[in-house]
DNA sequence: AAGAACACTTACAAACGGTGTAAGGAAAGA
DNA sequence: TCTTTCCTTACACCGTTTGTAAGTGTTCTT
């Protein structure tokens, strides 16, 4: 199960938190002293931070910041209700997602599982040089914009992605769609490729995937 | 900070917002894509919809009107036209303020301001008792599972949950789902409750929605 | 230059999910 | 029991995604 750390400085509400987060089943670590908060974490190596804007030695935003920098899992920020401001400062910071106390359980679980999802295995977005893939939603960025792939497009972007700058063979390719690099329908793949690159066209990415005659494809960039 | 998606065709006024929102540190999306633009709008699930009236593909108004069928937050509409029927219209489908175009700058980020605001309080998940409801992305959580309910069976429960242990009649069940109270089918809503029945129970939440003969529907908790 | 191998495009159809319609069965109340 | 109200099931329609099939375009080799 995934390791959550607390950095919370009121007590009830940090013993409030273990033990929602124990039932449903984490393993949780709270974070009694505030001193030396970025080196216990990058100790701790949780896969989900739990954070409090407001703490006594040092704000929650440049724990936060310092955390980013460290690349430690995601960071769910908690602040009092009021302080909309803060929330907005804190994601900007690099917090994932925030959430207001006093806060509802199943909200709390509904957060945190959804984080994890978004960055379990991977980071949330990968780089593919002009743009950025979520590869777990298939959701392609480039700037401001933002587009939802289709099931096969995603999978095989993901894969070009990954393999940055590299060929990409088509039985990869082929792995990625259904599971088998035995067979390969070279049409299916084909044709799946020409949709991908109409649909990256739309965010002026045309010729990103170039094609490399009788190997395989390449993602420029 | 806040969400905002931009849907705005024209490049310039597209890039000028974008712009704008980004300096004033909102988060900003600008959907490229106008073919499926709701069901972006429902993976993407901004805080504030900026939306143009006049798109390519489709009107904005209908656009509005299945963005707020999808119970996507505050819709600030956008239009060139300074004609009053049309922001009219476009209220009356549910778009939550408007602007003209061209717009001064601190008027849009004050209107934004304003509508994140009223929006503010209404809470990301609502609480059903023995679960919980994403109004936004009509996903159900329980416990640590989770579950995409389809649009109308969101929006039903939806109603239900927000009068929870209240009796809710079916002209209001009928004027969630298809926008009027005035010619119910009762046929068809009775359907869509029976199919959200069955979906709740795959959480094990089977007898949640109680009938009052002749009355309409209550939720149980 | 011509043929072959490879890459690409387009149109079509199957599969799937969500939805409304229609018809008949079950339950509650008189 | 009879009537009203509620529920269930099967069906058809629509839009999206995907694979299939056929034909076109391109590149390489001889």
């Given at each position: 199960m995934a ?15 273990v033990d ?6 984490y393993?949780?670590m ?8 970025v080196?216990?974490?990058v100790?701790l190596?949780?896969?989900l931070?739990l954070?409090d804007i407001?703490l006594?030695e ?11 920098a ?5 960071i769910?920020m908690?602040t009092s ?7 907005l ?43 950025s ?5 298939f959701t ?7 587009l ?9 972007l993901?894969?070009?992605?990954e393999?940055?700058?590299?060929i ?6 082929s792995?990625?769609?259904w ?7 070279e049409?299916?793949?084909q044709?799946n490729?020409?949709r ?6 739309q965010?002026?990415l045309?010729n990103?995937?170039?094609?490399i ?9």
């Open positions: 390791r959550i750390t607390i950095v919370e400085d009121d007590v009830l509400m940090r013993e409030e938190l929602i987060l124990q039932k449903a089943g393993e949780v709270a974070i009694a002293d505030f001193h030396n908060i080196s216990q974490m100790t190596a949780p896969d931070v954070l407001n006594p040092q704000s929650g935003f440049e724990i936060c910041k310092s955390l980013k460290k690349a430690i899992g995601p769910l908690l209700r009021d302080k909309l401001q803060d929330e400062h804190g994601l900007h910071l690099g917090a994932d997602d925030y959430l207001t106390k006093p806060c509802n359980r199943d909200r709390l679980l509904a957060r945190i599982q959804n984080l994890l999802r978004r960055f379990e295995g991977q980071p949330g977005l990968i780089d593919g040089g002009s743009f893939l979520d590869p777990n939603t392609l960025y480039k700037g401001s914009q933002s939802l792939l289709s099931t096969n497009e995603g999978k095989i993901k894969a070009l992605v393999n940055r700058s590299e990409v063979s088509k039985s990869t390719l792995k990625c769609l599971g088998t690099d035995q067979y390969i329908d049409n299916a793949l044709v490729l020409t991908l690159r109409k649909t990256l066209s965010l002026n045309e990103k995937i170039e094609t005659r009788g190997q395989g494809y390449r993602l420029k960039g």
